[in-house]
Each structure stands twice: as structure tokens, then as C-alpha cells.
């Protein structure tokens, strides 16, 4: 079955450090989501990307989906104490555009002020 | 509006126990997700309703788990004769369908521990 990989597992930045997360996955995907989980908290959709090599941004976000759409990044510049929490990519299977989610394991990132 | 709820939000059983784990989707939305999270960890796809289809079972990890959605709305996720490898927060979420957007929505989540 489709697999999403993501990489760091763990990201330990000092504030104002920037940051990126790095995702795969084993199959084309028809678009890619986002999603951020605070520490005891709930996923919180970020944002959906579904473009070959698009490139959207969120203030101090910016989010890409690969050319081949099997690949997507997110890197945050300048990081502050409220970016902490966990970062999942996402991607519906079977290259439909919507349905079952498959998650990444997802990036914890610690800020340290 | 209101957001997707889950009840109850903690529940601590004993081994062999049954449990329910119930889901309120956000009005409108007639796709529900069933999704579990072990700590620390990525979240594991278990059950997906949509509309008036079968639903897709195929991440249901064993025949002790079973979900139901009445009405189109409503859902019960049941684990039967819990075991401790069960214990985990088990999510909801709820999707619009035929949009271009397919944000998934996200209850806050049951914490079941089994003892």
C-alpha cells in the first residue's frame, strides 16, 4: 500500500532558528495536505498543495509540492515558541483526490527561546 | 458552527472490557474518518463512511473493532474484549466531499487507556 514517509523524526531549534520538514511518498499523489498538532492537542489542517511544483506560503511558512507530486516540503523561517507541535504530510490513496488519508509520522519540533 | 466532537474524552477500561467511542461530525460534512493515534506516534487510518456507501474497513486492525454510522451522521466506533495494546487516542474527523478542498476536520479525541 501507499506509504508516507517523512523526515526529521525530531527537530530541536533554538528560536528564530528556521525549519524544515521533509516528506515522500511511495506514490503520486493527486494533492498533499498539511497538518499541525499542538502538544495534547488535535491535527489542524494547514494547508492542501495539488499542483506539480507548487509553492504556496503562510507568512512565515512555505509550503512545496514536488514535481513529480511525490514529494512536498515545509519549511518555517524564523521560528517562535508557538510553532512548536508536531507536522504531519498527508496524502489521499489510491490517487484519488479525496478520502482515507495517509499520514506521515510526522516532525516534533521543539523551539527553545 | 460547532466542530467535531468526540465523548467521552478519557475512558479507562480493563482488559476484556468493551468500549464505545462515540462521534459527532460537523453538520453538512458526509465524510467521517476514524483514525488512531498511539503516543507518539503518526496516526493510523482505521475506518472511512462516506455518504450512503460502504464503508472502507480496510484499516480496522482486528474483527474486535467494528464502527457504525446511523443516519449519516452519527458514529460508534466499537472495540470488543479490549486488550492493553488497544490503549491509544482515537480520532474523528469529517470532510465536505466534491470540493477542491478536502480539509479534514478533526474532534479532539478519546483517550482510551486499557488497564
Known amino acids: 500500500g501507499q506509504q508516507v514517509m517523512q523526515i526529521p523524526q525530531y527537530q530541536h531549534v533554538q528560536e528564530g532558528e528556521d525549519f524544515t520538514t521533509y516528506c515522500n511518498s511511495s506514490?503520486?499523489?493527486?494533492?498533499i495536505q498539511w497538518y499541525k498538532q499542538r502538544p495534547g492537542g488535535h491535527p489542524v489542517f494547514l494547508i492542501q498543495?495539488?499542483?506539480?511544483?507548487e509553492v504556496k506560503k503562510q507568512k512565515r511558512l512555505t509550503f512545496q509540492f514536488g514535481e513529480a507530486k511525490k514529494n512536498s516540503s515545509l519549511h518555517i523561517t524564523a521560528t517562535q515558541t508557538t510553532d512548536v507541535g508536531t507536522y504531519f504530510c498527508?496524502?489521499?490513496?489510491?490517487?484519488?483526490?479525496?478520502?482515507?488519508?495517509?499520514f506521515g509520522q510526522g516532525t516534533i519540533l521543539t523551539v527553545h527561546p | 458552527g460547532a466542530g467535531v466532537s468526540q465523548s467521552p474524552s478519557n475512558k479507562v477500561t480493563e482488559k476484556g472490557k468493551d468500549v464505545e467511542l462515540r462521534c459527532d461530525p460537523i453538520?453538512?460534512?458526509?465524510?467521517l474518518y476514524w483514525y488512531r493515534q498511539s503516543l507518539g506516534q503518526g496516526l493510523e487510518f482505521l475506518i472511512y463512511?462516506?455518504?450512503?456507501?460502504?464503508?472502507?474497513k480496510s484499516g480496522l486492525p482486528s474483527d474486535r473493532f467494528s464502527a457504525e454510522r446511523t443516519g449519516g451522521s452519527v458514529s460508534t466506533l466499537t472495540i470488543q474484549r479490549t486488550q492493553q495494546e488497544d490503549s491509544a487516542v482515537y480520532l474523528c474527523?469529517?470532510?465536505?466531499?466534491?470540493?477542491?478542498?478536502?480539509?479534514?476536520?478533526f474532534g479532539p479525541g478519546t483517550r482510551l487507556t486499557v488497564l
Open positions: 498543495l495539488v499542483k506539480s511544483g
Open positions: 453538520s453538512g460534512h458526509t465524510a
Open positions: 474527523a469529517s470532510s465536505r466531499v466534491g470540493t477542491s478542498l478536502n480539509e479534514q476536520f
Open positions: 498527508a496524502g489521499p490513496e489510491g490517487g484519488t483526490s479525496y478520502g482515507k488519508l495517509t
Open positions: 463512511f462516506q455518504g450512503n456507501s460502504a464503508p472502507d
Open positions: 506514490t503520486t499523489l493527486s494533492n
